[in-house]
C-alpha cells in the first residue's frame, strides 16, 4: 500500500541539516525538473510583484520570499519534520515506525515533485496551482515526468491529495481516492456535505490509523474492511473511499 499526501502550506523553520543535495532525493528522475524550479523560484521572488504570482497571502509575504531566494543555501530537515498543518498533525508521525512510515507515505510537491518523508528540503513556498515564471503551471510541467518516475502499479494506492496535485500525476489502478462528507439531518432526511479543514484531519487520521495498524490491503474492497474495522464510517463508491462524518 502507497499513501499519497499533499503538502502543507505550514512548514517547520528549524532546518539543522547540510543545504540542499538534489542528488540524495528519492525519484531522481525529477532532478531535472526539480533543478529548474529551484532557479525560476529564486528569480520570481525577487520580481516586484512576487506575492501576485506565487499567491501568497498577506501577512506571509515576507517570510515567504525570503526562504524561496535562500533555497541553495539554506538548511535542509526532513520531510517527516518540515511539513506541519492540520492533515500531518493528525498523521502523527512521531507515533509511527518510521521506517514502515516511509516506506509508504509519498509527499506530492508544487516545487520537488515528489518526496519520501527521509528526504532532506529547505522550507519554501510554491504551490502546484501556481503559474511560475518562465516554467508555466506546475501541474502541467510536472506530468510528462511523473509518468515516468512514479512506478507504483503493484500495490493499492490510498490517494489522499487535493484536487492539483492529484493532477500532476494519475494514481495507476488499483487506486482509491479518499473523500470526506458530514452528514446531518435536514428536514428529517440525511443531506452530505463535502468538508475542507476537517477533511484534512481525517485523512491524516485515517493515514496514521492504517500505518498504525500494520494495515496492508491490496483491493479497494479490503481497503474499505480496513478503515471500517479502525472506527471510521466508510463507503466504497467505484473508485472513491467516502468517508462519512456525523454531527
Same mark, same amino acid.
Given at each position: 500500500?502507497?499513501? #499519497?499526501?499533499? /503538502?502543507?502550506?505550514?512548514?517547520?523553520?528549524?532546518?539543522?541539516?547540510? *543545504?540542499?543535495?538534489? +542528488?540524495?532525493?528519492?525519484?531522481?528522475? !525529477?532532478? /531535472? &525538473?526539480?533543478?529548474?524550479?529551484?532557479?525560476?523560484?529564486?528569480?520570481?521572488?525577487?520580481?516586484?510583484?512576487? /506575492?501576485?504570482? !506565487?499567491?501568497?497571502?498577506?501577512?506571509? &509575504?515576507?517570510?515567504? #520570499?525570503?526562504?524561496?531566494?535562500?533555497?541553495?543555501?539554506?538548511?535542509?530537515?526532513?520531510?517527516?519534520? !518540515?511539513?506541519? +498543518?492540520?492533515?500531518?498533525?493528525?498523521?502523527?508521525? *512521531?507515533?509511527?515506525?518510521?521506517?514502515?512510515?516511509?516506506?509508504?507515505?509519498?509527499?506530492?510537491?508544487?516545487?520537488? +515533485?515528489?518526496?519520501?518523508?527521509?528526504?532532506?528540503?529547505? *522550507?519554501?513556498?510554491?504551490?502546484?496551482?501556481?503559474?511560475?515564471? /518562465?516554467?508555466?503551471?506546475? +501541474?502541467?510541467?510536472?506530468?510528462?515526468?511523473?509518468?515516468?518516475?512514479?512506478?507504483?502499479?503493484?500495490?493499492?494506492?490510498?490517494?489522499?491529495?487535493?484536487?492539483?496535485?492529484?493532477?500532476?500525476?494519475?494514481?495507476?489502478? *488499483?487506486?482509491?481516492? &479518499?473523500?470526506?462528507?458530514?452528514?446531518?439531518?435536514?428536514?428529517?432526511?440525511?443531506?452530505?456535505?463535502?468538508?475542507?479543514?476537517?477533511?484534512?484531519?481525517?485523512?491524516?487520521?485515517?493515514?496514521?490509523?492504517?500505518?498504525?495498524?500494520?494495515?496492508?490491503?491490496?483491493?479497494?474492497?479490503?481497503?474499505?474492511?480496513?478503515?471500517?474495522?479502525?472506527?471510521?464510517?466508510?463507503?466504497?463508491?467505484?473508485?472513491?473511499?467516502?468517508?462519512?462524518?456525523?454531527?
Amino acid at each position: 500500500m502507497h499513501i #499519497l499526501l499533499p /503538502p502543507s502550506e505550514k512548514k517547520a523553520t528549524d532546518g539543522d541539516g547540510p *543545504p540542499l543535495d538534489l +542528488g540524495s532525493l528519492s525519484f531522481p528522475e !525529477l532532478n /531535472p &525538473v526539480r533543478r529548474r524550479l529551484v532557479s525560476a523560484l529564486a528569480k520570481a521572488s525577487r520580481r516586484a510583484d512576487a /506575492p501576485d504570482v !506565487l499567491g501568497l497571502p498577506p501577512g506571509q &509575504v515576507d517570510d515567504a #520570499l525570503a526562504r524561496n531566494k535562500a533555497l541553495r543555501d539554506a538548511p535542509t530537515l526532513p520531510v517527516a519534520r !518540515l511539513y506541519t +498543518g492540520v492533515l500531518y498533525d493528525n498523521l502523527d508521525l *512521531p507515533d509511527l515506525d518510521a521506517e514502515a512510515a516511509a516506506a509508504q507515505i509519498i509527499v506530492f510537491s508544487g516545487l520537488w +515533485g515528489a518526496l519520501r518523508l527521509t528526504d532532506r528540503i529547505p *522550507p519554501y513556498r510554491l504551490a502546484m496551482a501556481v503559474s511560475l515564471p /518562465p516554467a508555466g503551471r506546475l +501541474g502541467t510541467l510536472w506530468r510528462p515526468v511523473m509518468r515516468k518516475a512514479l512506478r507504483l502499479e503493484d500495490d493499492l494506492i490510498v490517494d489522499m491529495r487535493s484536487g492539483p496535485y492529484a493532477s500532476a500525476w494519475k494514481a495507476p489502478q *488499483p487506486a482509491v481516492a &479518499v473523500r470526506v462528507f458530514r452528514e446531518r439531518l435536514v428536514g428529517g432526511a440525511p443531506k452530505r456535505t463535502v468538508v475542507s479543514h476537517m477533511a484534512k484531519a481525517t485523512r491524516g487520521q485515517i493515514a496514521h490509523d492504517l500505518l498504525k495498524a500494520g494495515a496492508a490491503p491490496r483491493t479497494p474492497d479490503e481497503l474499505l474492511k480496513a478503515v471500517a474495522d479502525l472506527g471510521h464510517t466508510v463507503e466504497l463508491n467505484g473508485s472513491n473511499l467516502d468517508v462519512i462524518l456525523h454531527d
